[in-house]
């Protein structure tokens, strides 16, 4: 019943109100001439509604004029109508158009890579080869080969065990699972010593393959021989057996960094004057909605994006972005001795932890501090730590 | 004349029977070949009368509908024509009685 009931939406028909004494004669005209009637109904004696085919309309009148009946149309209804209506709307009518169009073209491009799954390898690398093999926003999704871009892939990357690649609506989703390399093997046939990397006092020694040249205690300054990968054999003075001298040597050592701070400093502070521009990104190019001039001398500037998808996996290549600025004025102020030293020194102490190489232990830092007349306080941070300081160094020539 | 059209009619019947053997032993479509009507009444909401001839009469209480057979009278309240083509109509309502009239 739904199906004929659409049949009919989709035909178009009419709602007409029959009026006159011979009604049943009416319909059975019709009926005899092939008229499809539905939907009869009666209002009051000698007044009936009725649907009919738009065809069967057309065939009314001389049965009307037969059976002395007046027909009148009460309603216009199904998609003929409609169409007819958006007729001379064309403009309209080529837009909707056009918009379809757009969205089916717009949808057939790739306009996100979402990589998921990875760990050590950067995602700034997985995209590049990513992009190198075609997958990248802008690229048409129907050229693009997954199981042969997940293919070279594998080749193009070592260290991946597993790599998958979906394109769902707009977006290409990148699943990886990554691969545990096998430790690196220790060339035991390649001689070496092992010296300092940098300044400082041995600790601990502890030697597994070689010959120790320091003790604990000892300064040591970079590049100097910590242990030796030719061993004296005793009782043969001038013959060495040559190893690849394998040893951990711990030191400790001292990174410095000074710091000087004003006692009166100038200070941004946010006036409360604010503006916000609005503009649209298309794709890559960006267009200001409604460009104001901005007023103001210092001022701040956060950026907002907000990028428009349909329904997650449908990211489309527009964004709306929103730039506030705020006003801001310099503000003189004064430290107090404690406050400026306390400056001083933390931000000494964090230029000096930048240089602390991975792996070091921070034994304690030091902090010393001076003044001079114009009321400036310089902070000196010296942190002492332990590390592993030794590096292999290959015997040369032999 | 009056045994005339008794023997005429007695004739008829005859053929009447014959043909209904005959389709009842061909298992053929008993509404086309005997061109009786063919009714379907679902519960007392709706009727679908096959094989009609035409309306006599419609009413929102009342509707007589010929056929073969004689006039079949639907009497009831809120009677519509759902649909009505040359083969079938099919009324809708509240039926409250099913005539056939000779």
Redesign the interface.
Known sequence: MLILRLWNYIRGYVIIIVKGYFLEKFINICTRRQILLWDIKMRGSGAMTLKISINGFKMLRPIARKTNCSVRIVQKKGLPFIFSRYKRRKAFVAGAVLFVFLLYVLTSFIWSVEITGNESIETGVIEKKLAENGVKAGKLKYNIDTDRVANSMMLAIDELRWISITIKGTKAKVQIAERVLPPELVPMDQPCNIVARRDGVVNSVVVKEGYAMVKPGDTVIKGQMLVSGSIPIKGEEERKRIVHAIASVEARTWYEESCEVKTKITEKKRTGNELEHTSIELFTKRIKLFPKKIEFDKYDKIETEKRVSLGGDLVLPFAIVTERFYETTEVVKELSLDEAKQLAADTAYQKALEKVPDGAKIVKPIAKFKEDENGNVTAHVTIECLEEIGIEEKIGGE | MGRKKQRKSKKEKKEVNLKEKITEVLELPKEIVLNVPKLTIMGNRDIIIENYK???????SRVRINTAIGIIKITGSK????????EDIMVIGDIIALEFLR
């Open positions: 035409g309306i006599v009469e419609y009413e929102e009677l519509t024509i759902r649909e009505i083509t040359s």
